[in-house]
């Protein structure tokens, strides 16, 4: 059984930073490109971030570009999503997804992901 569990998420201010990490199981996520994607309340879920399988290529929303951080660990089936300089407008619920074929390269459409996680809450306070 496929499941992606994310953690770290919480109440800071603007400006502070939060590192997200989201755990992979039931699957050879080192053969996946995974995403992290985001929701606003009342906004449609947004592309954020998406690493290749091996790490070696990254792609990032235009809105988050030079502020957040993606990586991976595929040894510990891990992803981390590192978020500096947050912004009021970055509060959302966070979730993390593997892409619904292995071997594909970044995609940023939230369709072509078919697993995943349960979200965790980001909240910038202004």
């Known amino acids: 059984q496929v499941q992606l569990v994310e953690s770290g998420g919480g109440l800071v201010q603007a400006g502070d930073s939060l590192k997200l990490t989201c755990t992979a199981s039931?699957?050879?996520?080192?053969?996946?490109?995974l995403g992290w994607f985001r929701q606003a309340p009342e906004k449609e879920r947004e592309f954020v971030a998406a690493?290749?399988?091996?790490?070696?290529?990254?792609s990032y929303a235009d809105p988050v570009k030079g502020r957040f951080t993606i990586s991976r660990d595929n040894v510990k089936n891990e992803i981390y999503l590192q978020m500096n300089s947050l912004k009021f407008e970055d509060t959302a619920v966070y979730y993390c997804?593997?892409?619904?074929?292995?071997?594909?390269?970044?995609?940023?459409?939230?369709?072509?992901?078919?697993?995943w996680g349960q979200g965790t809450q980001v909240t910038v306070s202004s």
């Open positions: 039931g699957r050879t996520f080192s053969n996946y490109a």
């Open positions: 997804a593997s892409d619904r074929f292995p071997y594909v390269g970044i995609r940023t459409n939230p369709d072509e992901y078919d697993h």
């Open positions: 690493i290749s399988r091996r790490g070696g290529t990254t």
